[in-house]
């Protein structure tokens, strides 16, 4: 299976602390979650990954079927939740690139993981395993 990136170092300071009920737990992975919601997301951090620079205009030409105005808003999301870094240069014309947060490119390992625990699913039977 492809690799969704190379090793991450240090994710950015912060505290984990285990929430004290499943239900605060499941309310944190949903709000998480909720920074991940739009059709094009996924699949423009999958362009980001592994410490790629994507000029906006790349980002039209290898994400066919994304109008400019729902790639400006996502991207525009993105970089508000932390997660992409856009650097716009005084040219003529302008030259806007963008680039995963060191926080931003943490996530890679995780989706990864998703990507490797997807993969092992076998055929629903309704029977959980280990009962």
Known sequence: MTRA?????????????EPPTPE?????????????EGRWKLVILFQLFGGRVVRFSEFE???PGISQKMLAQQLRQLERD????????????????????RWGQSLC???DG???WA?????PTGEVSGS
């Open 5 to 17: 990136h190379e090793e991450v170092g240090d994710s950015p300071a912060g505290k984990y602390e």
């Open 24 to 36: 605060a737990a499941a309310a944190r992975v949903e709000e998480i979650l909720g920074l991940l």
């Open 61 to 63: 030409r290898a994400i």
């Open 82 to 101: 932390g997660l992409v870094h856009r650097v716009v240069y005084a040219e003529v014309p302008p030259r806007v690139e963008y680039r995963l947060t």
């Open 109 to 111: 390992p995780a989706l």
């Open 114 to 116: 998703l990507l490797r």
């Open 119 to 123: 993969a092992t699913r076998e055929a």
